[in-house]
């Protein structure tokens, strides 16, 4: 009897084995047939209701047939479906849009030169500083200063409104045909300019001004004798300045320009008269925040523009003004300047300091250009720093405040306010300062010094009423991530009441280093230069302090400003301020000459005093604290 052995192999594997594979019509895909024996046949073959144990290729998911679940997978938490997400929207966020200042774009003005570039609509323009002449002979007068300052106003991009001034009242440092005139010139002038041309290169304009004089002198200058005669004049100006611009960087300009002044003044002394002038000028801008300035004014009559030293006389010679405009902020920058002229109006900026024209005078002067402009307008770059601003804490906001004679590396936010008052036996006073921009404030202040001895040799400031102005401008800030804070503050005071010594002129230069290793502690390094009028004396000091916060808004400050050969300074107190209202309290004892005025801490008393001073300070950014 023949036997069959058949086997349905599921994973396409063949046994080598000694048999014959034969396809079967109703077998499984393949199927292995024995030889034939006498054993008895089984077959293992798949019914209509099982599936296929074996498959050559596994299902598709989708095709598995339910099953029954195991006790395992009951024992599983059981997730409800997930729902697709949406696919996120892009979203661009836009930077905020920002105007170019006017100080970043071609100036609208050199030093002595108009030119033919307008402002930005419905934007100003504010200057001011002061020019210094070194007097060359004895009692030169106090320190020789032309004080000056101008606005600027467009009203559109073709029309500007100027307003500007100067002011000069010294002995003059040289003579003037063997006598020393006493000599008060002052100038108040409006003006316009209107832009009547302009493509890619070339702008043409046309500009006017009106201006009040104020004359006074002796010793036969502009006087017909030797007494003091005073009056008030007329002057005007008209130029027609040309601008072409070689490249984005440098424009050079030409402007033709009259002006007018009496041929005689005060009763029939000889005045400058009626001149033209023709002026030139370049301006470059190698960088963003750097521009170089040269200008030329050539007189060529019938009037003049000089005074002759030997004999008086009226004479034209050349007027020039060299320097650079470095931008601490985008609205602020310090303008630095060499030149031989005399004002800043339209028709004193042509005329040569008295007397000659070799007289070269170092000009030193603010540009600031507030944030306003129409509604739809971009605000101005609020500063050169990159990313946001951290905020103020209320620990940031103490240091704001100046020490009791050092000055603080911290500057007010823009449009914080700073009110200071003090009094004692130290000096009695106001400063108020203002915030400008980031990086750049304001200061002005009034004292009486306590009346006593003034350890300056040969110098006696005791009971003087000192008018002072105060410029800072920080270049490193530690709360804005800086590895310190850096400030530069220029200051000039002038005695405007002589007390029990006499009417001095202060001009003081100075640095301001400030450090916290720790937010209680800030250490200030202070170097300090003053130049003491009328013998120009320069006294030196370093100033070093420490303001230390001993429990939350309670600070102790010392300080001391050793001064090269001369009795040094010293001071020490507590300050308490009340954060959440902005107002703080000092009780010190110093032998300082004086706190409000910025020179005050290189001027010493005989005998050390006790004062109290009163901080306010208000307006500005919020605090860190309150975000908190």
């Known amino acids: 009897m023949s036997r069959k052995w058949t086997l349905a192999i599921g994973l396409g594997t063949a046994f080598l084995v000694p048999v ?59 997730l409800p479906p997930v729902a697709e997400e949406p696919t996120p929207t892009l979203v661009i966020v836009e930077e905020p849009a920002f105007r170019i200042p006017p100080l970043m774009r071609p100036p609208t003005r050199l030093f002595n030169l108009e030119t033919a570039n307008i402002l930005l609509e419905q934007t100003a323009e504010l200057r001011g500083g002061i020019r210094n002449y070194d007097p ?135 005045f400058y008269g009626t001149n033209f002038n023709f002026a030139t000028g370049l301006s470059w801008q190698p960088h963003p925040r750097f ?16 005074v002759r030293s030997s004999n008086g006389a009226i004479v034209n010679l050349p007027v020039w003004s060299a320097g650079f405009r470095i931008l601490v902020n985008p609205s602020v ?47 101005f770059l609020a500063s050169f720093r990159r990313g946001p601003r951290q905020p103020l804490s209320d620990r940031d906001r103490q240091l704001i405040l100046d020490g009791i004679t050092l000055t603080s590396a911290s500057t007010l936010d823009p449009g914080m306010f700073r009110f200071k008052g003090n009094t004692g036996t130290v000096g009695t006073g106001v400063n108020v300062g203002f915030g400008l921009a980031y990086d750049a404030q304001f200061a002005v202040a009034i004292e009486q010094f306590e009346r006593g001895e003034t350890l300056i040799e040969n110098l006696n400031y005791s009971g003087n009423l ?117 107002l703080g309290i000092d009780l010190y004892g110093s032998n300082a000459a004086g706190t409000s005025i910025p020179s005050g801490g290189l001027v010493g008393q005989g005998s050390p005093g006790v004062g109290v001073n009163l901080h306010w300070l208000f307006g500005g950014s919020s605090r860190r604290n309150d975000q908190e």
């Open 20 to 78: 014959a594979a034969v396809a079967q019509p109703n077998a499984p895909q393949w199927q292995i047939e024995a030889a034939p024996s006498t054993s008895p046949t089984f077959e293992v073959a798949p019914t209509p209701a099982t599936t296929p144990q074996w498959q050559t290729t596994p299902p598709l998911p989708t095709e598995r047939t339910w099953q029954q679940p195991t006790p395992e997978e009951l024992a599983q938490p059981i």
């Open 291 to 306: 521009n170089l300035f040269a200008d030329l004014n050539m007189p060529v009559g019938p009037g003049g523009n000089a």
């Open 333 to 379: 920058s310090l303008d630095l300047a060499a030149t031989n002229a005399f004002g800043i109006t339209p028709a004193t900026r042509t005329l040569a300091f008295l007397p000659g024209a070799d007289q070269v005078g170092v000009m030193a002067g603010l540009s600031y250009t507030p944030n306003i402009g129409p509604d739809f307008a971009p605000p």
């Open 466 to 582: 000192q008018l002072g102005l105060a410029a800072k401008l920080r270049f490193l800030d530690q709360t804005q991530g800086d590895p310190f804070s850096l400030a530069f503050q220029g200051s000039f005071n002038r005695g405007i009441a002589q007390g029990g010594g006499s009417s001095r002129s202060i001009g003081g230069l100075e640095l301001a280093f400030m450090f916290q290793p720790t937010e209680p502690v800030a250490l200030y390094f202070n170097p300090k230069l003053g130049l003491f009028n009328p013998n120009q004396q320069l006294v030196a000091g370093i100033g070093m302090g420490v303001n230390v916060e001993v429990v939350r808004n309670v600070q102790l400050m010392a300080e001391a400003t050793p001064v090269f050969g001369e009795t040094g300074v010293f001071s020490a107190g507590l300050r308490y301020v009340i954060p959440q209202w902005g």
């Open 136 to 270: 060359d002979i004895a009692g030169g007068g106090g320190g020789l200063q032309t004080f000056f300052g101008s606005i600027d106003y467009a009203f559109n991009d073709r029309l500007q409104l100027s307003i500007s001034g100067n002011y000069f009242d010294d002995p003059l440092g040289r003579l003037v045909n063997g006598l020393q005139p006493d000599v008060q010139l002052g100038a108040i002038a409006g003006g316009l300019k209107y832009q009547v041309y302009r493509n890619d290169t070339v702008a043409v304009a046309l500009a006017g001004s009106v201006e009040a004089v104020r004359v006074r002198s002796d010793n036969f200058l502009f006087v017909p004798g030797a007494d003091v005669v005073g009056t008030w004049t007329v002057a005007a100006s008209f130029q027609a300045p040309i601008t072409y611009t070689l490249n984005p960087q440098l424009q050079w300009h030409f402007t033709p320009n009259l002006t007018y002044f009496p041929d005689t003044i005060n009763n029939g002394a000889d």
